[in-house]
């Protein structure tokens, strides 16, 4: 039999470590010239991993969170279509939906709409026309959409039914019961899991990479190849990825903390 523990009381001997690390190489960066050089073209490229998985990341929860009203309608055809989506996206690893995506679905999409434009006289596109840094976007979109999808369906069926029928009883429309009772409720269930995402994201950014978006990935091996300082330079990308990766997770477990207090005081 396993003891009971608290370990949410635990003081974090792990970020004591992890900081004391960070502020190592830190010192490192300000007071070694190479670092200095390595930690100055990284920083370029921070910027443009918090705008691709900012966006990224909110489109596939708004997208994720009607798929996973669609998996729980009452119409057969939306059920099927959302959960055909979800299984067939969850199925395909990220990196390969990145390059379809990116060198099969773009052009493909570029040739539909010049097609279009000369029925409608629209401006025609060329392929170079759409971003690559887009295309990436919209990959990541695609694939986090299907998990999130799962995350909140998971939520929002662990809402009591009895809160449902007595806001039936109410008088509420199905739409003010979802805003008001529904989603609140299950909010509080899917922020762990949809906050591990965010973090999953913000690592998966780093795909993007492999289509020459300048993030802290890409501009990584440039600076490596460029200088064989890999050592350094590698040591820089995982410092800037960890520092990211652990502030988000403190901040939301914090916030975790704050909705438990909140609803134990109720």
């Known amino acids: 039999?396993?003891?009971?523990?608290?370990?949410?009381?635990?003081?974090?001997?792990w970020l004591v470590v992890l900081a004391a690390t960070g502020v190592w190489l830190f010192y490192l960066a300000l007071s070694n010239g190479v670092y200095a050089q390595v930690?100055?073209?990284?920083?370029?490229?921070?910027?443009?991993?918090v705008f691709v998985t900012l966006v990224a990341f909110t489109l596939a929860a708004i997208l994720g969170l009607g798929l996973a009203v669609a998996t729980l309608s009452r119409h057969l055809v939306l059920r099927q279509a959302a959960r055909l989506y979800i299984e067939v996206v969850r199925?395909?690893?990220i990196i390969v939906l990145l390059l379809y995506i990116a060198f099969a679905a773009a052009p493909a999409g570029v040739a539909a709409w010049n097609w279009l434009a000369g029925w409608t006289g629209l401006e025609p596109m060329r392929t170079r026309d759409f971003p690559l840094l887009w295309r990436a976007i919209i990959a990541l979109t695609i694939a986090y959409s299907?998990?999130?999808?799962?995350v909140f369906r998971a939520g929002l069926q662990a809402v009591d039914e009895g809160q449902i029928e007595a806001a039936k009883a109410l008088g509420l429309?199905?739409?003010?019961?979802?805003?008001?009772?529904?989603?609140?409720?299950?909010f509080r269930m899917i922020l762990p899991p949809l906050g591990n995402d965010f973090v999953a994201m913000v690592k998966d950014s780093s795909l993007v990479s492999v289509l020459g978006v300048a993030d802290v990935t890409q501009l990584g091996k440039v600076t490596a190849a460029g200088n064989f300082r890999y050592f350094e330079t590698y040591n820089l990308v995982a410092l800037i990825y960890l520092t990211m990766t652990i502030t988000l997770s403190l901040i939301l477990r914090r916030?975790?903390?704050?909705?438990?207090?909140?609803?134990?005081?109720?």
Do not use: C, N
């Not at 039999?1 to 001997?13: E, H, L, T």
């Open 1 to 13: 039999m396993i003891p009971p523990s608290k370990k949410d009381g635990d003081f974090p001997y």
């Open 39 to 49: 930690l100055a073209t990284l920083s370029k490229g921070i910027w443009m991993t």
């Open 91 to 93: 199925g395909i690893p």
């Open 146 to 150: 299907a998990f999130i999808a799962e």
């Open 173 to 186: 429309s199905g739409w003010h019961r979802f805003r008001f009772v529904v989603f609140p409720q299950a």
């Open 255 to 266: 916030i975790e903390a704050r909705l438990r207090a909140r609803q134990e005081g109720r």
